[in-house]
Nanobody
Framework: QVQFVESGGGLVQPGGSLRLSCAAS????????IGWFRQAPGKEREGVSC????????YYIDSVKGRFTISRNNAKNTVYLQMNNLKPEDTAAYYC??????????????????????WGQGTQVTVSS
């Protein structure tokens, strides 16, 4: 079965850090760009970051630039999202998914959600004091 499994979420205080993992099963990540998305209650799903397959280029939305870092370990078939200096507005369920290549405008991630496949079940991140 082709799927992603996200993990690493939890409850953290503002200013804290978490590292999310996105493990693929049933296929290899090597040929795919991987995006991280999030969805807060009552809001639309929002693309957060993307990492390309070929050169490992990374892209972020403006609100997480300088705080989040996406990386991949193809040997482990896993993509990570290191989140630092977390804010209450980062609270959401976080998901990963695969696509052919990252889309961007300038240096900013410009996600086209409909181009992504193999969505996982998500991991909850709650930032609260």
């Amino acid at each position: 079965q082709v799927q992603f499994v996200e993990s690493g979420g939890g409850l953290v205080q503002p200013g804290g850090s978490l590292r999310l993992s996105c493990a693929a099963s049933g296929f290899t990540l090597d040929d795919y760009a991987i995006g991280w998305f999030r969805q807060a209650p009552g809001k639309e799903r929002e693309g957060v970051s993307c990492i390309d397959s070929s050169h490992g280029s990374t892209y972020y939305i403006d609100s997480v630039k300088g705080r989040f870092t996406i990386s991949r370990n193809n040997a482990k078939n896993t993509v990570y999202l290191q989140m630092n200096n977390l804010k209450p507005e980062d609270t959401a369920a976080y998901y990963c998914a695969a696509t052919s290549h990252c889309t961007f405008f300038g240096s900013t991630y410009y996600p086209l959600t409909y181009k992504y496949n193999y969505w996982g079940q998500g991991t909850q991140v709650t930032v609260s004091s």
